[in-house]
């Protein structure tokens, strides 16, 4: 496992680095894994919870459904790798379907939050070894000698990525192609092309939870980087990119006004915004396209009666 304090303490000049750079340009932005703090995946845990975020029931009732047929794809004796773990309530039914799996590897970004996925699956799972790494999936990073070689499946559920833009999805294919092996299998969810009038209010519920998640960043930036963005200066607005078929989330400035961070200062005009995240949506056509250019082909292909989204096989 990662040594904590020194990753730590790259984690905080890796933050303070993006803060700069994002707030900097033209159009201020906002890498999305900051968003992630342990406070950061609560909330989220939150938002999956809503009516209006379909992505995780319609997930999880795909991976119920076809539960079976999965662990048929994923094999015996597998080591599931899950990139971005969170709190891996659906790992667990994978974990469940599949045939005698020998290692469980969570890998996030929030190392608290971690720990406790951590827990509670060595308590749910007590015949399974399970043991984290505290590691950006989004960055190179290298697997410990530990995780057994061979018959490895990354499973990437909740349309994650979706979060990335083209080349970020190309390095991190390619990545996750490396760290399985050649022979290696991934199960990945992919939020597909949809009503507007369903994908909006998934972004943007009606109780703010996912305003409290957006704003969290800020909370963030104040409290490990000594910034003064005030809170209520700033709302959350989600909106549709068509050109990039994304969703985006946006942290729009209430009122013209100078944020410091890190004894730098930030003008914002009136209505000014910082890009937090998208959320690209996909048609199989496309998927299958940028997994074939990036080491991957779609062996399989799991869905619900709506076609809202998919469960995908990769190998």
Not at 78 to 107: C, D, H, N, S
Not at 151 to 176: C, K, W, Y
Not at 250 to 275: C, M, P, W, Y
Request: aromatic share 10%; glycine share 8%; proline share 3%.
């Amino acid at each position: 496992m990662l040594d904590p304090v020194p990753y730590q303490i790259r984690q905080s000049e890796a933050f303070l680095e993006d803060v700069l750079a994002g707030l900097a340009q033209s159009k201020k932005t906002l890498p999305s894994r900051w968003l992630y703090d342990d406070r950061g995946s609560e909330l989220f845990e939150l938002i999956t919870a809503l009516d209006e975020y379909y992505l995780t029931r319609t997930e999880t009732a795909i991976l119920n459904a076809c539960g079976q047929e999965i662990a048929d794809f994923c094999g015996e004796r597998a080591t599931v790798l899950e990139y971005g773990a969170g709190a891996g309530i659906k790992t667990e039914i994978l974990i469940t379907a599949l045939r005698a799996p020998r290692l469980y590897v969570p890998i996030d970004i929030a190392g608290e939050f971690l720990d406790q996925t951590v827990t509670r699956f060595r308590r749910r799972f007590p015949n399974l070894l399970t043991k984290s790494i505290v590691a950006d999936f989004t960055a190179t990073f290298e697997l410990p000698g530990w995780i057994p070689s061979g018959h490895r499946v990354a499973f990437f559920p909740g349309s994650t990525i979706g979060n990335l833009n083209a080349a970020e999805v190309a390095d991190f294919l390619q990545r996750m192609r490396r760290h399985v092996g050649a022979d290696g299998r991934a199960v990945i969810g992919v939020d597909m092309k949809k009503d507007l009038r369903i994908l909006i209010p998934a972004y943007d519920d009606a109780a703010g939870v996912t305003a409290l998640f957006n704003l969290n960043l800020l909370k963030r930036a104040n409290r490990e980087l000594g910034a003064n963005f005030d809170l209520d200066s700033f709302r959350h607005s989600a909106r549709w990119n068509d050109a990039e078929s994304a969703i985006e989330m946006h942290l729009v400035s209430r009122i013209a006004q100078t944020v410091t961070v890190a004894g730098r200062k930030f003008n914002f005009d009136a209505g000014e915004t910082i890009h937090t995240e998208s959320s690209r949506k996909y048609d199989m056509a496309g998927f299958a396209t940028m997994a074939g250019q990036n080491g991957w082909q779609v062996g399989r292909r799991w869905t619900d009666d709506k076609g809202l989204f998919c469960v995908l096989g990769l190998e």
